[in-house]
């Protein structure tokens, strides 16, 4: 980066512009949501932005924007993933949902036992 001062004011830009860009490429047609695809990722790589929960959005490989029509999702249980199958180049990626799962029941344990305690003070 050259101007080490204005990193942070480019990565809010960035953030916004590659938002923006997905928000484009899946209200277009296949073709050209790729090119949305593209430039998204330079724009992030060029800020250091990271891309986080888009990234399971376009395949890692040809850059194709996702769809019911050329992607396939599946839940594995046995290994806790997600597995996200491109159909057009056949590239698998996964994404693990075990983390999640925890902190749902981290979640729901505190729900239950402030309920529990709510109803001793009734
Ligand atoms: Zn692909």
């Known amino acids: 980066m050259a101007y080490k001062r204005d990193e942070e004011k480019f990565k809010g830009l960035a953030e916004e512009r590659t938002e923006i860009l997905f928000w ?3 209200a277009n ?6 090119g949305y695809v593209k430039s998204a990722i330079r724009i992030a790589k060029f800020c250091n932005l990271r891309l986080g929960n888009k990234k399971a959005l376009f395949c890692r490989q040809c850059q194709t924007f996702f ?9 594995n249980s046995k290994k806790k993933r997600t597995e996200i199958l491109c159909l057009r180049c056949g590239y698998k990626r996964f994404y693990g949902y075990e983390r999640e799962q925890k902190e749902k029941r981290k979640k729901k344990n505190i729900l239950e036992s402030g309920e529990q ?3 001793k003070f009734k």
Do not use: D, H, I, Q
């Open 29 to 34: 047609t296949e073709e050209v949501a790729k």
């Open 24 to 26: 484009l490429a899946k």
């Open 67 to 75: 769809n019911s029509e050329n992607s396939k999702v599946r839940l």
């Open 117 to 119: 305690l709510r109803n």
